[in-house]
C-alpha cells in the first residue's frame, strides 16, 4: 500500500494497524522492528502502536476498580452473572514514574474500606519522594481481582480484569470483608450478579469467607450471610500436608506418610506403572498442580495398593483425587460433584471425631510403633496428626456451597449456568500472571516484573484480547481476507456448545432434592467403609448420619468465631496452610539490607537542594538546564550547588536507589545458585 509513497506520507488502515500490534505484542520489539526495518512501509512506527495500546478502552490504573469497563465487557458477552477471584504473586519491589499518571508506582497504597486509595503518590517535590523512599513500605507483593462471566458456552468467556495493585501482605479481615462487600454492592448498582469469589486459603480470607457466610462465625450487627450471592473459597494445596516436615498424619492403626510413593518408586521396575518420578513427590513448586494430578491418579492409587500398610495413604490421596473431580474437573457431573466433595467431608469428619477421642500419649505410642524410618519426630499437639484447619474448613466451606448453588438453581434464582463450576477457582489470575511473565522476551532472563511492568503487560494482553474477540465476532464475514486468523492450540475446542460440558448435564435431567440427598447417603456409606479398612471403626460403631452430623457440629463450633469486631491478623485462630516456609517466594537484594539504613534521612534535613556535586555534566541521566515546558510535570525543579537544574522524576528515583532488587525466580539468579551448589 507503501511502496509508491514517501516515508513521510505512508498511512495504515486499521486492519494493518491491529495486525502490527498483534505482531508486537506476540513477537517483541525486536521482532517487531526487525521486521518494520527490513520491510519499509509495512508497520507503523512503535509510537503508533504503543498510542492504540494506551487508548481509553484498555486504560488501567494500579488500584483503580474497573466496574463500568467491567459492566461493558460482559455486555458484549451477554452475561449478568459472575464469579470473582483474588489472587497474590510476587513482584519485584521497586519504584517506577509512570509519565501518563504523573504518579509513582511501587509504594504499598493505603487502604480506605479494604480499597486501594489511587494515584496517592504524585508530587512535585523531589524532598517529598525522598522522604517517601526513606519511610514508606515498597510492595512486593501484587494483588489481582480478575471476574468470570458466567454464560451458556462459559468455556469460550475469558475472565476479565477488575483490578490490579500491589501490596506489603499488611493487611487484616476487615479490608478483605469491607472490599467484598463494596464489590457486591458496585456490582448491584449495575445489576450485575456476583455469585461468589474464590481465593487461596490464607487465613485472613477463610475467616471472612466464615463470617460472611456465618459459617460458625458471627459478627454482632453483621447479617452479611442473609445476602443472596454464595461464597466459595479456593481448594488448598492438600499435597504440601504430605509433604510437610512438621506432621504426622495418622488415620486408625495407619500412617499417612510420602515415603509410601518413595517406596513405590523405587521398588517397581517401569515407571509405565504408576507414571510418577521423584520430582512429582517433592516439586520445588508448591504450586505445582501437575504433580497433584500424577500422584492422585488412578494408576498411581493401583500400584500403591502392593506397598504394605499404605492403606491411610491411599485414602488421603483419594481425597485429593476427589477434590481434583468435584472442584476443578470440566467433565464431572454435578451430582457426582455433589459424591465426591461430600465423600471427603464424611472422611474428613470422620477422622477429626476419631482423633478427639483418642489421648495424645496413645497416638504418640501408636506413631512410635508405626514409625519405620526410625526418625525422632517431635510432635507437640494433637493438630500435627491432621490435616491442616484451613483445608478443613475449605472443605466444607465448598461441599456446602456446592448444594447451595444447586438449590438456588432449582429455585430458578441463579441460572442453570451457574452449575459450572470449574470455572468457579482463582486459577484465572494464575494464568494472568503466566501471561505476563511469558511477556519478557527471548533475550531477557529476568521472568517476573514490578507493579508497573506488569500493568503496562495487561494493557497489551487486554488489547490483544479485544482484536481476537473483534475477529472472531466477524468470522462469518464473506470478506475472509480482512478478518486476522489466530492460531488455536489443540487442547482448545473449535466452540463450546451448551450442552456438551457435564457439569450441565442437568439440563436434560433437572437436579432434584432426592438426586442430591441420594448423593451424599451414597458418599456416607463409602466413606464408612474406607474407615473400617484402616480399622478407625468397627462396623458396628459407625453412628447414622444425622449422628455424625450432630457430633461434626459440636467439633466445630469448638472452632467458632464470635466477635463484636474484626481482629487483626495477629488475632487469627488457626494456622498457615503452609507448613513449612518457601524460601523461594522470598524478597533477595544485591545488597546487604543493612545499607537500607543509611538511606533514611532526617525529615528535618529534606530540600530540593544537592550539595557537595563535583560534576559539570551528568552523561547518560536526564539532568538539564532546560526543558521543553511541555514536559515540565516529568521534572523536578532542584538546585545542584546553588544552579538551577531539572532532574527527571524516573532519574530521581534511580539517585534515591541503593540496591537493584530482584526475586528469586529470576532465572539468571536460579542458574547462578545451581553453579555455585
Keep these: ?59 488501567l490504573q494500579e488500584g483503580e476498580f474497573r466496574y463500568d469497563a467491567m459492566s461493558d465487557y460482559l455486555s458484549s458477552k451477554r452475561s449478568k452473572f459472575v464469579f470473582a477471584a483474588e489472587d497474590c504473586t510476587s513482584v519485584i519491589p521497586k519504584i517506577t514514574y509512570n509519565v501518563q499518571s504523573n504518579t509513582f508506582t511501587g509504594f504499598t497504597p493505603p487502604l480506605k474500606d479494604g480499597l486501594p486509595q489511587i494515584n496517592t503518590f504524585s508530587t512535585e517535590s523531589f524532598s517529598k519522594l525522598e522522604h517517601w523512599s526513606s519511610t514508606l513500605a515498597i510492595s ?10 458466567i454464560t451458556v458456552a ?76 454464595a461464597f466459595h473459597v479456593n481448594i488448598p494445596p492438600l499435597r504440601n500436608r504430605l509433604l510437610s516436615s512438621t506432621a504426622s498424619m495418622m488415620m486408625g492403626d495407619h500412617i499417612i506418610t510420602v ?88 472422611i474428613i469428619r470422620f477422622w477429626r471425631i476419631w482423633l478427639n477421642k483418642k489421648k495424645k500419649s496413645d497416638l504418640d505410642s501408636a506413631l512410635d510403633r508405626l514409625n519405620s524410618s526410625n526418625q525422632d519426630i517431635k510432635i507437640n499437639t494433637k493438630r500435627q496428626y491432621f490435616m491442616s484447619l484451613p483445608a478443613l ?57 514490578t507493579v508497573h511492568q506488569f500493568i503496562q ?35 482448545h475446542p473449535e466452540s463450546v456448545q451448551p450442552g456438551r460440558n457435564a457439569s450441565l448435564s442437568s439440563s436434560v435431567k433437572p437436579l432434584t432434592i432426592e438426586m442430591i440427598e441420594e448423593s451424599i447417603s451414597k458418599a ?27 457430633l461434626a457440629s459440636l467439633q466445630l463450633q469448638k472452632l467458632e468465631i464470635v466477635e463484636s469486631s474484626i481482629p487483626g491478623e495477629s488475632e487469627l485462630d488457626m494456622e498457615s496452610d503452609s507448613d513449612d516456609s518457601n524460601s523461594e517466594e522470598e524478597i533477595v537484594t544485591t545488597e546487604d539490607e543493612s545499607s537500607d539504613e543509611d538511606s533514611i534521612l532526617n525529615d528535618e534535613v529534606l530540600s530540593d537542594n544537592l550539595t557537595a556535586v563535583s560534576a559539570v555534566t551528568y552523561q547518560g541521566m536526564r539532568v538539564f538546564d532546560s526543558i521543553n515546558p511541555n514536559l515540565s510535570k516529568s521534572y523536578f525543579v532542584i538546585n545542584i550547588n546553588g544552579t538551577k537544574k531539572y532532574l527527571h522524576k524516573q532519574t530521581a528515583v534511580w539517585l534515591l536507589s541503593n540496591e537493584k532488587p530482584t526475586i528469586s525466580s529470576d532465572r539468571l539468579r536460579r542458574f547462578m545458585t545451581n553453579r555455585k551448589t
Design 457 to 491: 503487560r495487561v494493557k497489551k494482553l487486554s488489547y490483544l484480547h479485544s482484536i481476537k474477540y473483534q475477529n472472531n465476532n466477524n468470522s462469518n464475514n464473506t470478506d475472509s481476507d480482512a478478518n486476522l486468523l489466530f492460531p488455536k492450540h489443540h487442547k
Design 154 to 229: 462459559s468455556n469460550s468467556c475469558s475472565p476479565f480484569l477488575l483490578s490490579a495493585y500491589g501490596t506489603d501482605n499488611r493487611f487484616i479481615t476487615e479490608d478483605i470483608i469491607l472490599r467484598w462487600v463494596n464489590m457486591v454492592d458496585e456490582c448491584v448498582k449495575r445489576e450485575i450478579n456476583l455469585v461468589g469469589f474464590a481465593t487461596d486459603c490464607d487465613s485472613r480470607y477463610l475467616r471472612s469467607m466464615r463470617l460472611l457466610m456465618g459459617f460458625f462465625a458471627t459478627m454482632s450487627n453483621q447479617k452479611f450471610h442473609q445476602r443472596k450471592n
Design 524 to 550: 456416607y456409606s463409602n466413606a464408612s467403609r474406607l474407615m473400617c479398612e484402616v480399622n478407625l471403626y468397627q462396623h458396628h460403631e459407625i453412628p447414622p448420619l444425622d449422628e455424625m452430623s450432630r
Design 1 to 59: 500500500m507503501n511502496h509508491d509513497r514517501v516515508k513521510c506520507r505512508f498511512s495504515y488502515d486499521s486492519s494493518i494497524r491491529e495486525f502490527a500490534s498483534c505482531i508486537f505484542i506476540l513477537g517483541g520489539r525486536n521482532v517487531y522492528e526487525f521486521i518494520r526495518i527490513n520491510i519499509p512501509g509495512l508497520l507503523p512506527s512503535l509510537t503508533v502502536i504503543q498510542a492504540l495500546i494506551d487508548s481509553s478502552t484498555n486504560n
Design 259 to 346: 515415603d509410601h510413593l518413595l517406596q513405590l518408586i523405587k521398588s517397581s521396575s517401569s515407571k509405565l506403572i504408576h507414571n510418577l518420578v521423584k520430582s512429582d513427590i517433592r516439586p520445588k513448586d508448591r504450586q505445582n498442580y501437575p504433580s497433584c494430578e500424577k500422584i492422585s491418579s488412578e494408576a498411581a492409587l493401583n500400584a500403591l495398593s502392593s506397598v504394605p500398610y499404605s492403606k491411610a495413604t491411599q485414602i488421603y490421596l483419594q481425597i485429593i483425587r476427589n477434590t481434583r473431580f468435584a472442584f476443578i474437573s470440566t467433565e464431572t457431573s454435578y451430582v457426582d460433584r455433589i459424591y465426591f466433595a461430600w465423600l471427603n467431608v464424611f
Design 393 to 449: 474448613f475449605s472443605m466444607e466451606i465448598n461441599s456446602h456451597t456446592l448444594v447451595y448453588i444447586a438449590l438456588l438453581v432449582m429455585q430458578h434464582q441463579l441460572p442453570e449456568e451457574c452449575l459450572n463450576i470449574s470455572l468457579f477457582n482463582s486459577q484465572s489470575c494464575e494464568r494472568q500472571f503466566r501471561l505476563c511473565r511469558a511477556m519478557s522476551g527471548p533475550f531477557s532472563s529476568i521472568v517476573n516484573f
Design 140 to 149: 512486593n507483593l501484587l494483588n489481582v481481582h480478575m471476574i468470570q462471566p
